[in-house]
């Protein structure tokens, strides 16, 4: 194979698997790797579960050469405000663990726009041969702020109220299906991005393109947030949409290009 996309599942052996996947395509003789990573994995404030794709960062760098690697490191993705649809049809608020801070949610298919432009010579551009390239979305904002997108387009008004941990917690455990790793995660990166809130260009300098604004991904999830349709939707669908595997796997294109 040219090239080979990692993803690190979100259950609590994921360093394990990841560094097993890794090992895996470099052993099985891929030229190219893109390893998913996380915005502030290198932060020294962060927690063990964000910590752990550092420590895959630094694997990849051991194993493959420079020159064939790019790293992805992702903001919290919009799509996972599905997590908390049920919660917010209930309850006509947008409870979040983000006081007063802020941060760039970004659309899971600005990933893909990245990675079909990273891949079309099955190399990585020179420019960004061996980087940490960092997707996120266009505009820092905070819990209020993005209740109110939210608000508009859902067309209902959506209050927002900031919650502490465990709180988010329970509400993680009663709309979603993650088990404690994979929820301690998305509210590890909830803290850590909105401590150290970053915006970058990466996204538009790669694709031509902005990255999409939140607002986009609310008008096309509408119907989730709004109560009406609170009986329509399963738990199951939640999952779908959610851009880091559960089991994590090796995302294979032999001799011919991947197309997002």
């Keep these: ?31 190219s790797a893109a390893l998913l990573s996380v915005v502030r994995a290198d932060s020294p404030s962060a927690p063990r579960s964000v910590d752990i794709y550092k420590q895959l960062e630094c694997h990849l760098r051991e194993v493959w050469p420079a020159k064939r690697l790019v790293i992805l490191r992702t ?17 006509r608020t947008l409870r979040l663990p983000l006081r007063d801070s802020h941060f760039a949610p970004l659309d899971q298919h600005d990933v893909s726009a990245v990675l079909s432009r990273l891949c079309d010579d099955f190399n990585p551009p020179l420019e960004q041969q061996g980087r940490s390239l960092n997707l996120t979305g266009p505009k820092a904002l905070t819990g209020a702020q993005i209740a109110n997108i939210a608000s508009v387009e859902v067309g209902s008004r959506l209050a927002y109220v900031s919650v502490d941990r465990i709180d988010a917690l329970a509400i993680l455990k009663t709309g979603g299906q993650l088990d404690r790793s994979e929820a301690n995660l998305v509210l590890d990166l909830i803290t850590l991005q909105s401590q150290e809130s970053m915006v970058s260009t990466d996204v538009s300098v790669l694709t031509g393109s902005l990255a999409t604004p939140l607002s986009s991904f609310f008008r096309q999830n509408a119907h989730r947030f709004k109560r009406e349709a609170e009986d329509a939707w399963g738990l199951s669908d939640l999952w779908s949409a959610i851009q880091y595997p559960r089991r994590g796997r090796l995302m294979l294109r032999p001799g011919e290009r991947w197309h997002a």
């Design 1 to 31: 194979a040219d090239w080979v996309f990692i993803l690190a599942p979100l259950t609590a052996d994921r360093l394990q698997r990841g560094r097993q996947l890794i090992d895996a395509a470099f052993s099985g003789g891929v030229l």
């Design 75 to 91: 903001t919290f993705y919009a799509q996972n405000f599905l997590l908390w649809a049920q919660d917010t049809q209930a309850t």
